[in-house]
Each structure stands twice: as C-alpha cells, then as structure tokens.
C-alpha cells in the first residue's frame, strides 16, 4: 500500500510539471507566421478529416485494430501482474506493471514514423490521418487493457476521447480538461454520456489536434517537402501517449486502494 501511494505522489508531481509546461506554453514564431499565410480552408478541411478519422475508428476501426494484437494474451498477462500487486504491492511489481503497458508503445512509434515519412515523401498529408488515429487508438486501447480497463462503451470512449484533447491543448485551458479527467477517474461509476455528448466531445478533441498540427499536416502535403511533416507523427504519438500512461496509471493505482 505504501509503494502505491508513493507511486501516486509521484504522478501528482508529474501532473504538476505537465500543468506548467502547458501553462508556458507557447507558440513558436515561425510556427505562428506560417500558420497565417495557411487558408483557412485548409484548417476547415483538417478538422473535418480528424473528425472523419475518430468516427471512422470508433465505430468500425475496434475490430481491425484487434486483429493487431492478441486481446486474450494482454488480459491474462494483466490479471498475472494484477495479483502480483495485490499480493506484495512493492514497487517492483508496480514498476513491472508500467514497463510492460509502455513497451507496446515502441513499436508503435516506429510504425507511426515510417507511415508519416512515406507517405510526406509523396506529398500525402490529410489522408494520413486516418491511419495515424488508428495507430494512435490502438496504443491507447493497448494501454487501457494493460491496467485493466476495457474501451468499448460509451464511457470508456468519451474517456479517451478527453485525455486525446487534453494531451494536444496547452495554456490556461489544459487546467480545466485535467481536473475534469481527473474527476472521471475518482468516481468509481461512471454516467453513461449520450450519443450527443460523445460526438460533441469527438468535436472538441478533432479541433484540438487540428490546431495543433495545422501546420505539420500542411508540409505532409508537399511533395519531399512533406517527409518534414510526416516525420513529425512519433512526436505527437509520444506526447499524446505519455500522458494517457499516466492517466491510466493513476487510474489503475488509486483503484487498488479506494
């Protein structure tokens, strides 16, 4: 129980240096007068295309991104790594537990890298997305199975979909979208969103990465120019999945002692 709570110390501090990172935050100047001279057109066209994306995964894309990785071998593999939690709950097996949920994640990274260098070095920038969201899913559903938790209803995706928001938003806004994670996370039933809801909230989090990587998806779209902005896809797949690790972490831990 100790090394459990120390654990959670330790993501509290975590969460805080995320807190003033985001807060410090800001945008690059060449960033900033690049993304000025980009039409806004092309912004329109970005969210719609991540809003498609998340849409496209979400309802049809869970079957195929199983196919990827043996589900049955994962939940066994936890149920193991659980018990061993519950039985010595030293930090070993709490350090055993996160090493395994990140190790999925290297993999991942190379393929997210190869697809974005590929496919920028033909000037293919929007219809990457679609497959950088599924790969970005499918760590995420990986990493929800590795602590435990499933992915499939309405609330577990609403879930998702807040943390992706929140992993891509900086400023005063990063604050509040944690606190509201955070509060899913403490409640041990969770209220079933509407249908409304979820899409509102699938809104959000396209707008998010949109702005975010307007300019990256901009540069994907030229022709050898573009290898620039595909590379840029593990860089984004790090930041997002580091942060929904720690979520799930924190998730999974103060569930062991409530």
């Known amino acids: 129980m100790k090394a459990i709570e120390k654990e959670l110390r330790r993501l509290e501090k975590a969460e ?5 990172q985001a807060e410090k935050k800001t945008v690059p100047f060449w960033k900033e007068k690049l993304e000025e001279k980009i039409p806004d057109k092309v912004m329109w066209g970005l969210q719609k295309m991540f809003l498609k994306a998340f849409a496209l995964v979400f309802e049809k894309g869970d079957t195929i991104i199983e196919k990827t990785y043996d589900k049955e071998a994962v939940a066994k593999d936890f149920q193991i790594k659980d018990y061993a939690v519950g039985l010595k709950g030293g930090r070993r097996e709490i350090r055993n537990l996160k090493r395994d949920a990140a190790k999925g994640n290297a993999v991942s990274t190379l393929l997210t890298t190869a697809e974005g ?8 920038g929007l219809p990457d997305i679609v497959l950088w969201v599924g790969f970005l899913l499918r760590g995420v559903y990986e990493t929800a199975m590795k602590y435990g938790f499933g992915y499939e209803t309405p609330e577990e995706k609403m879930f998702i979909l807040k943390m992706l928001e929140a992993a891509m938003v900086t400023g005063e806004n990063w604050a509040g979208l944690n606190k509201e994670i955070n509060i899913c996370i403490e409640q041990a039933v969770q209220v079933m ?18 702005t975010d990587m307007l300019v990256t998806k901009f540069i994907q779209g030229m022709p050898i120019v573009g290898i620039i902005g595909g590379a840029m896809n593990p860089v984004y797949y ?3 999945m580091a942060y929904v690790q720690l979520k799930y972490r924190k998730r999974y831990l103060l569930h062991k002692i409530l």
């Open 16 to 20: 805080e240096r995320l807190c003033r």
């Open 117 to 124: 260098i590929v496919l920028g070095a033909f000037g293919i």
């Open 193 to 210: 969103p509407t249908e409304e809801e979820v899409k509102r909230q699938m809104e959000k989090t396209a707008d998010a990465f949109a």
């Open 238 to 240: 790090r930041r997002v």
